[in-house]
Structures are given as C-alpha cells and as structure tokens.
C-alpha cells in the first residue's frame, strides 16, 4: 500500500504563488511516476503535471511556463510550484503516483487552491 499526503494548499490572490508538496510513504518503488491532477467545481479532473523518477516532465498546456514539477527521490515527495496563479487554477489539487509493472494508479484525498480575482 501506499499513502499520499498534501500540504501547501490555501487562498491566494491572482497573480500570487503557492507551493504543494506531496509526501509519499509505504511501499513505493523506486521507478514511478508522481504528480498533480486538478478538478475544479463541475469539471471533471484533470492531468496538471507528471514527473518521473528519473526526472522527465509533463505539463499541460494551461500551466507551462507558470508551474513548476519537481521530486526529492530520497523524501519520496513531489512538488508543485505555482506562479502566476489565475482564477480559474481554483480547485481541489490531487497528488498520484502511479507505480509500473503491473500499473497502479494512488490518490491523496487533495488540498483546495483557491485563487481570488
């Protein structure tokens, strides 16, 4: 099993920055993928940023050049830096990691970003 905690959630006003962090215990192995999915009020959720064990990254189009994905392999924690955040970067925040072979996908129970115009 594996167990995902987030923290760095908040209000910021547009324009402002936020920092999540992902921290990941249990049995993890050592090539994986981690991340951020996003869901705002009636929207389906969505990928925001994946980065693998190795460090190769993924950012959907909505947040390049703003956010910023990043891991400490030797915390098992992933990071999200948010800059430049905009109204509609409001949601519930989603840290996954998904393990290879065979492909398993785990959830934290999310963290709320809310950005005020």
């Known amino acids: 099993q594996v167990q995902l905690v987030e923290s760095g959630g908040g209000l910021v006003q547009a324009g402002g920055s936020l920092r999540l962090s992902c921290a990941a215990s249990?049995?993890?192995?050592?090539?994986?993928?981690m991340g951020w999915h996003r869901q705002a009020p009636g929207n389906q959720r969505e990928l925001v940023a994946l980065?693998?064990?190795?460090?190769?990254?993924i950012y959907a189009d909505s947040v390049k050049g703003r956010f910023t994905i990043s891991r400490d392999n030797a915390k098992n924690t992933v990071y999200l830096q948010m800059n430049s955040l905009k109204p509609e970067d409001t949601g519930v925040y989603y840290c996954?990691?998904?393990?290879?072979?065979?492909?398993?996908?785990?959830w934290g129970k999310g963290t709320l970003v809310t950005v005020s115009s």
């Open positions: 980065i693998t064990s190795g460090g190769s990254t």
């Open positions: 996954i990691l998904t393990k290879t072979e065979p492909t398993i996908n785990y």
């Open positions: 249990g049995s993890i192995s050592r090539i994986n993928v």
